[in-house]
C-alpha cells in the first residue's frame, strides 16, 4: 500500500506542469489582496492588477484555466466592491456608484459561467472591462498630473490672469513627453 501511495505522489508532479504556467501561478500577492492594501487609490498597482487579470482571461485556453481566471477575476472585483464601501477609499462617489454596478455584472456574469461553459465573448467582455477601467484610471491620473503642473506654472509666471489654456498646454506637453517611452 506505502508503495502505491509513494507512486501516485511521485506521478502527480509530472501531470501537472499545464497549471504551472506564468499566467496562472498564484501571485506572491493576489490580485485582490493588492486593491484592499492600496485601497484603490494608487492607479498605477490598481491598473497594472487590472490588466494582469485582463490577461489571464484572453489567456484562457482550456476549461481548467478559464475556472481559474474567473475565480481571481472574481475575487479582485469582490476587493474592489469592498474597498468602494470604504469611507477612507478616495473615488468620486458617482465613479464609486458605476464601479459597483461593474462589480455586480462581473458577480453576475461569473456566477453564470459556473453553471455551465462559458462563452468566449464574455471571457473577452470581462477582460475588457479590466483593461477600460484601467485605461480610465491612468488618464485620470495623467490629468491630475497636468492640472497640478499647470497650477506650478501658473504660480511660477505670478499667477497672471488669461493664460489657462497657455498654462494647461504647457504642463500637458511636458506630462505626455514622461509618457512617452
Keep these: 500500500m506505502a508503495t502505491k501511495r509513494k507512486t501516485a505522489a511521485s506521478a502527480a508532479p509530472a501531470t501537472a506542469p499545464a497549471a504551472a504556467a506564468p499566467v496562472f501561478e498564484a501571485p506572491v500577492e493576489s490580485w485582490a489582496d493588492t486593491i484592499l492594501r492600496t485601497n484603490f487609490a494608487s492607479v498605477e498597482q490598481d491598473s497594472i492588477v487590472l490588466l494582469q487579470a485582463a490577461g489571464s482571461l484572453l489567456d484562457s485556453d482550456s476549461p481548467d484555466k478559464v475556472s481559474i481566471a474567473l475565480d481571481q477575476n472574481l475575487k479582485l472585483w469582490i476587493a474592489i466592491k469592498t474597498v468602494l464601501l470604504n469611507d477612507d477609499c478616495p473615488v468620486e462617489p458617482e465613479v464609486k456608484a458605476n464601479l459597483r454596478n461593474l462589480a455586480q455584472y462581473v458577480v453576475s456574469t461569473t456566477m453564470l459561467a459556473t453553471q455551465g461553459a462559458i462563452e468566449t465573448s464574455k471571457l473577452v467582455s470581462l477582460a475588457r472591462l479590466n483593461m477600460n477601467i484601467a485605461e480610465g484610471l491612468l488618464s485620470g491620473q495623467r490629468n491630475r498630473m497636468i492640472q ?32 512617452k517611452v
Design 148 to 179: 497640478e503642473r499647470a497650477y506650478q506654472i501658473w504660480e511660477e509666471e505670478g499667477r497672471p490672469e488669461g493664460c489657462e489654456q497657455e498654462h494647461w498646454l504647457r504642463a500637458e506637453a511636458e506630462i505626455s513627453g514622461l509618457f
